[in-house]
């Protein structure tokens, strides 16, 4: 029963709304339902690893009564980091026949993250008061528990503890009900759609299926387009729900693929993520290099102060996802390219040097970062590597071109060309995909996201929906319900 199921949208969330408003007066009581509800929702999507939940909870609040001594903050974080290691690296494994992992608990990497995050502000005396009743609440809080947005605990705490003097704002409502119809639209009628053609180009390859250039280049963006619409909408939907009970969550997701070059899209691709690990990871060991580092030389101060620091980092960032060579690969790919992208900026701005107008140009450096975003996900969504490279010869024009039946028939200067490019997949059509994968990036890269929940802050705020805007929510709703004909899961619940 994730978010994106009839039994969620029509019975659970309903049903916890109105018990929750009825109580809302109450502190006590609106926090212990929310608690309760949020041990439901997860006992319901994962029931064999509730325990684990719990015990992990329990035991980091053991842990934060001495964390103020050094030793306790090291144990804690080697006690997290075993159980995640042994759970998500080295525990007996399964994967379904798209390659996902099955066995994994579900959220396991968010809650022991958050949790060790938690860990060291306490250490760091970033909280003055922790109590055991609002870091359970932080850790379970249902709509980021599986998936994100990782949470601070001063930030959102303080809101909790307040939440019972907020009125009800039937705006602050409208607006997170808003966000969880566009998320759920972007995961059932974009990224379930283009998951179809995805995962069917990919079971083919993994069956000995030597992919074409367009099969390649359809394939791979469709998975591209589909984590992006699938973690964007996840996200959507999570902060649509903590806003229509009052609490406003970071947001998480902001257009990457607007970016104009790899280090803007890290820093708009999982921002919650990206933010822990540039301050709990990059940050100390940038300042622990340039302490170690003297030399005035830039292709030295470029190896220790841009390429090893931002290489670690992402090697970690990429064993995050699993322990699999392709994460790691990744990883290792994104980071060479931040490198790339740094020591260009530095080289450029220190010599004073003439960059063509081509490369100011936005769109071309959105197409470049695309391209570039692209061939890493051909190496993050593959089982391995070989399986990688196969496709990244296709992309090439290396395993033949390819075309549909019907064009291939019909022109005669096209008959050395191979057909059957986009029949893959009997669940969609070729006219269907084709145009949901023209739409989806068009919305991708033209259309405005809605990343104003943190203005909600202000209590004076007031989000004026235009007359599109609603009729536009109202068919997307429709349409959504319509066609939930499976419970999908969220790629991200594999990580």
Same mark, same amino acid.
């Given at each position: 029963?994730?978010?994106?199921s009839l039994n969620f949208i029509l019975i659970f969330f309903?049903?916890?709304?109105?018990?929750?408003?009825?109580?809302?007066?109450?502190?006590?009581?609106?926090?212990?339902?929310?608690?309760?509800?949020?041990?439901?929702?997860?006992?319901?999507?994962?029931?064999?690893?509730?325990?684990?939940?719990?015990?992990?909870?329990?035991?980091?609040?053991?842990?934060?009564?001495?964390?103020?001594?050094?030793?306790?903050?090291?144990?804690?974080?080697?006690?997290?980091?075993?159980?995640?290691?042994?759970?998500?690296?080295?525990?007996?494994?399964?994967?379904?026949?798209?390659?996902?992992?099955?066995?994994?608990?579900?959220?396991?990497?968010?809650?022991?993250?958050?949790?060790?995050?938690?860990?060291?502000?306490?250490?760091?005396?970033? #909280?003055? +008061? $922790?109590?055991?009743?609002?870091?359970?609440? =932080?850790?379970?809080?249902?709509?980021?528990? @599986?998936?994100? %947005?990782?949470?601070?605990?001063?930030?959102?705490?303080?809101?909790?503890?307040?939440?019972?003097?907020?009125?009800?704002?039937?705006?602050?409502?409208?607006?997170?009900?808003?966000?969880f119809v566009m998320g759920l639209a972007k995961k059932v009628?974009?990224?379930?759609?283009?998951?179809?053609?995805?995962?069917?180009?990919?079971?083919?390859?993994?069956?000995?299926?030597?992919?074409?250039?367009?099969?390649?280049?359809?394939?791979?963006?469709?998975?591209?387009?589909?984590?992006?619409?699938?973690?964007?909408?996840?996200?959507?939907?999570?902060?649509?729900?903590?806003?229509?009970?009052?609490?406003?969550?970071?947001?998480?997701?902001?257009?990457?693929?607007?970016?104009?070059? #790899?280090? +803007? $899209?890290?820093?708009?691709?999982?921002?919650? =993520?990206?933010?822990?690990?540039?301050?709990? @990871?990059?940050? %100390?060991?940038?300042?622990?290099?340039t302490k170690k580092t003297k030399s005035q030389n830039f292709?030295?101060?470029?190896?220790?102060?841009?390429?090893?620091?931002?290489?670690?980092?992402?090697?970690?960032?990429?064993?995050?996802?699993?322990?699999?060579?392709?994460?790691?690969?990744?990883?290792?790919?994104?980071?060479?390219?931040?490198?790339?992208?740094?020591?260009?900026?530095?080289?450029?701005?220190?010599?004073?040097?003439?960059?063509?107008?081509?490369?100011?140009?936005?769109?071309?450096?959105?197409?470049?970062?695309?391209?570039?975003?692209?061939?890493?996900?051909?190496?993050?969504?593959?089982?391995?590597?070989?399986?990688?490279?196969?496709?990244?010869?296709?992309?090439?024009?290396?395993?033949?071109?390819?075309?549909?039946?019907?064009?291939?028939?019909?022109?005669?200067?096209?008959?050395?060309?191979? %057909?059957?490019?986009?029949?893959?997949?009997?669940?969609?059509?070729?006219?269907?995909?084709?145009?949901?994968?023209?739409?989806?990036?068009?919305?991708?890269?033209?259309?405005?996201?809605?990343?104003?929940?943190?203005?909600?802050?202000?209590?004076?705020?007031?989000?004026?929906?235009?007359?599109?805007?609603?009729?536009?929510?109202?068919?997307?709703?429709?349409?959504?319900?319509?066609?939930?004909?499976?419970?999908?899961?969220?790629?991200?619940?594999?990580?």
């Open positions: 029963m994730l978010f994106n309903p049903f916890f709304f109105i018990i929750y408003y009825l109580f809302k007066k109450n502190l006590l009581i609106s926090v212990y339902l929310i608690i309760i509800t949020s041990l439901c929702f997860y006992f319901i999507n994962s029931s064999e690893w509730i325990w684990l939940l719990l015990l992990s909870i329990f035991s980091n609040t053991f842990f934060a009564k001495f964390i103020k001594k050094k030793y306790i903050l090291f144990l804690s974080i080697f006690f997290n980091l075993t159980i995640l290691f042994y759970y998500k690296y080295f525990f007996l494994l399964d994967t379904d026949d798209s390659g996902y992992n099955l066995l994994i608990p579900l959220g396991i990497s968010f809650f022991t993250f958050n949790q060790i995050i938690v860990l060291i502000d306490l250490y760091f005396g970033k #909280i003055k +008061e $922790f109590k055991f009743k609002n870091f359970f609440l =932080l850790i379970i809080f249902f709509p980021h528990l @599986i998936a994100g %947005p990782f949470l601070r605990y001063k930030p959102i705490i303080s809101q909790f503890e307040t939440i019972n003097k907020i009125p009800f704002s039937a705006n602050k409502f409208s607006f997170g009900l808003f966000l009628l974009i990224a379930d759609t283009l998951g179809f053609y995805a995962d069917s180009f990919q079971l083919g390859v993994q069956n000995g299926h030597i992919p074409t250039f367009v099969q390649s280049w359809l394939g791979t963006f469709s998975f591209t387009l589909q984590i992006y619409f699938d973690f964007s909408g996840y996200t959507d939907m999570a902060i649509g729900l903590g806003l229509m009970i009052g609490i406003i969550l970071p947001y998480n997701f902001k257009s990457p693929l607007k970016s104009e070059n #790899i280090i +803007e $899209f890290w820093d708009r691709w999982h921002i919650t =993520l990206t933010s822990i690990i540039r301050e709990f @990871i990059y940050y %100390p060991i940038t300042v622990f290099v292709f030295i101060e470029s190896i220790f102060l841009i390429i090893v620091p931002i290489m670690i980092t992402f090697f970690l960032i990429g064993f995050w996802h699993g322990g699999t060579l392709n994460y790691v690969m990744f990883g290792v790919y994104n980071g060479i390219l931040v490198c790339i992208t740094y020591i260009f900026k530095n080289y450029t701005i220190k010599n004073n040097l003439k960059i063509y107008d081509f490369l100011k140009s936005k769109y071309f450096n959105i197409l470049t970062l695309n391209l570039l975003v692209n061939f890493g996900f051909v190496i993050f969504r593959t089982p391995n590597i070989k399986d990688s490279f196969l496709i990244l010869k296709g992309m090439f024009g290396m395993n033949g071109f390819g075309v549909p039946f019907s064009v291939h028939e019909k022109y005669n200067f096209l008959k050395f060309l191979e %057909p059957g490019a986009f029949m893959l997949t009997q669940q969609i059509s070729s006219f269907t995909f084709i145009f949901i994968f023209f739409v989806s990036y068009y919305i991708a890269i033209f259309c405005k996201n809605y990343n104003y929940a943190h203005n909600f802050h202000d209590e004076k705020y007031y989000y004026n929906f235009s007359n599109k805007e609603i009729y536009t929510a109202a068919v997307l709703f429709v349409l959504s319900i319509l066609f939930i004909n499976r419970e999908s899961f969220f790629i991200y619940f594999n990580f």
